[in-house]
């Protein structure tokens, strides 16, 4: 995946002023272009489509800077209609308008060229199995929150806190087959969605296809498939948030398997009684890369 992930770089350097068709280096690199873009988000810290736009406007800035050459020649070479388009798009990475910038030399906000390095990590074993599931669904309350990596989630906490008293408790009652238990699931999110995009967040339990859904809860119907579960324990969230982010870092570098779309499912196993402490499972779908 590494050695992927640097080809998809060169490639992206290759097309800098024209348009890099993704489904196509993803097929060319063995792979699917949901998963490459999971990956390159969650291992660059940025979805692949931010990375694009800010190279094309490093390279874009030292040709404005150099001068020599009118702006709608530049704007145009870099797949921009007018200037006023090529000014927004420049103005939104750097902070200045091109013509201020060929003016004072600055200010510059540079994207360096990303190289992925595959670093010596994993000494601490990833509790993990790969299991094939029948199809389910996933049944519950339902929202749209916005994305948060770290940290607790305010809008989630103020959905699950503002369910009624016993609500859990039915909840529970109704779950009948894996993953067991109370679960938070995300999905509808795009594979390289950034921070504070928008996503459906669930709190449920999982049911088989016969089981009745009460009128009142929301249902997301999930395929049959096989999925990656991930034992993590400790501090909540921190200690999940950490192993979803040593999946794309450890696991599925060094692993025959790659991400599939669906949701995205945590099962909490224990907790202390204030949560600041947890051992739970993270569910992610996968098929053989």
Known sequence: MIAALNRLVGLVEDHLAGELD????????GTTEYHLRRMFSSLAGMPLSEYVRRRRMTVAAAEVVRGGEPLLDI??????GSTEAFGRAFRAVHGAAPGDVRRDGGPLRTQPRLRFRLTVEGSTPMHTRVIDRPA???IGHAARVPLIHEGVNPHIRRHVTGLPPGEHDR????GDTDPAGLLQVTDGLAPDAPEGSELTYLHGVAVTGRTPVPDDLDALAVEAGRWAVFRSSGPH????????????AEWFPSNPWRLRPGPSIVAVLERAADFTTATCELWLPVEPA
């Open 22 to 29: 993704i489904h196509e280096a993803a097929r060319s690199l």
């Open 75 to 80: 704007a145009v070479r870099h797949g921009y």
């Open 136 to 138: 389910f669904r996933l």
């Open 171 to 174: 909840l529970k009652a109704l």
């Open 237 to 248: 969230p921190r200690a999940l948030q950490e192993t979803w982010a040593a999946t794309a």
